[in-house]
């Protein structure tokens, strides 16, 4: 079974920046897609950004556009995502998910076969 672990979460201030990381090990069989999700309270999952990992293809919702950046490192199975310009409205839990579909619609979460635990990043005002 495949095992996804994010890192890099935290507490920071509006504006500020902060690096989550998304290692993958145990993996048997081939990944086309990692893609990061947030879930603030009472709300439902939401798409954030996702990379392929031939081509390094990237799709971003449009409230992150322009401020997370998400980036691969095939050696290393790691997937990243880079928050600049942090807001309160950012504040969530942050999951990471792979996906075994090749062309799939990576921006639903039925797109993804495999979830991390999550990590939470909350932005103070």
């Known amino acids: 079974q495949v095992q996804l672990v994010e890192s890099g979460g935290g507490l920071v201030q509006a504006g500020g920046s902060l690096r989550l990381s998304c290692a993958a090990s145990?993996?048997?069989?081939?990944?086309?897609?990692m893609g990061w999700f947030r879930q603030a309270p009472g709300k439902e999952r939401e798409f954030v950004a996702a990379?392929?990992?031939?081509?390094?293809?990237?799709i971003y919702a449009d409230s992150v556009k322009g401020r997370f950046t998400i980036s691969r490192d095939n050696a290393k199975n790691t997937v990243y995502l880079q928050m600049n310009s942090l807001k309160p409205e950012d504040t969530a839990v942050y999951y990471c998910a792979d996906s075994k579909g090749y062309g799939g619609n990576y921006v639903r979460t039925d797109a993804y076969d495999y979830w991390g635990q999550g990590t939470q990043v909350t932005v103070s005002s």
């Open positions: 145990r993996r048997t069989y081939s990944s086309y897609a």
């Open positions: 990379i392929t990992w031939s081509g390094g293809s990237t």
